[in-house]
T-cell receptor
Framework: DTGVSQDPRHKITKRGQNVTFRCDPI?????LYWYRQTLGQGPEFLTY????????KSRLLSDRFSAERPKGSFSTLEIQRTEQGDSAMYLC???????????FGSGTRLTVV | QKEVEQDPGPLSVPEGAIVSLNCTYS??????FMWYRQYSRKGPELLMY????GNKEDGRFTAQVDKSSKYISLFIRDSQPSDSATYLC????????????FGDGTTLTVKP
């Protein structure tokens, strides 16, 4: 098992463009989480899935953000009409059942220019 | 005011020192407390977790929770240069809640 995999590692995009990130969790993990982290800050919760069901969304997740987890396996996070304020590290994590804590991926660093 | 406040640092100590990292929180519903370590350009890595009040030891690391004071600590004994990283505290209401609330991290440098 190679852990939580995120793709791409880095993304530079122009303001107004749409971007999509992918996360592949640890295979037996049924829960998948998305967090956003800006420089000098801790990760902020965006959303999480149990299997294919999206169970909670943060109010930080505006209508420009959408996440999916088809078939309860990998997940995608899409940001439409990107803004400079969207520049951040987007972290994906996974866990199994009622475990404490998560396994994080290395993140996708987004820069909006 | 943030739900979780963490001593901002940065913290610089000589090798072999005892390090104390601290967080306070305002939400009395938090029951699960985690510490993560994050190296530059990497995702956080879970170090330790505790449930409710008390102490938990794992090798050179000790996590301490005082729910009455809404205060948690992580102690690192015999610190090593490889411990140099940002340490994040995190808390959740329960394991079914999904969401964890993180502090902003304390950056630690251990000098040889």
């Amino acid at each position: 098992d190679t852990g939580v995999s995120q793709d791409p590692r880095h993304k530079i995009t122009k303001r107004g463009q749409n971007v999509t990130f992918r996360c592949d969790p640890i295979s037996e993990h049924n829960r998948l989480y998305w967090y956003r982290q800006t420089l000098g800050q801790g990760p902020e919760f965006l959303t999480y899935f149990q299997n294919e069901a999206q169970l909670e969304k943060s109010r930080l997740l505006s209508d420009r953000f959408s996440a999916e987890r088809p078939k309860g396996s990998f997940s995608t996070l899409e940001i439409q009409r990107t803004e400079q304020g969207d520049s951040a590290m987007y972290l994906c994590a996974s866990s199994y059942g009622q475990t404490y804590g998560y396994t994080f991926g290395s993140g996708t660093r987004l820069t909006v220019v | 005011q943030k739900e979780v406040e963490q001593d901002p640092g940065p913290l610089s100590v000589p090798e072999g020192a005892i390090v104390s990292l601290n967080c306070t929180y305002s939400n009395s519903a938090f029951q699960y407390f985690m510490w993560y370590r994050q190296y530059s350009r990497k995702g956080p890595e879970l170090l330790m977790y505790t449930y409710s009040s008390g102490n938990k030891e794992d090798g050179r690391f000790t996590a301490q929770v005082d729910k009455s004071s809404k205060y948690i600590s992580l102690f690192i004994r015999d610190s090593q240069p490889s411990d140099s990283a940002t340490y994040l505290c995190a808390m959740s209401v329960n394991t079914n809640a999904g969401k964890s609330t993180f502090g902003d991290g304390t950056t630690l440098t251990v000098k040889p």
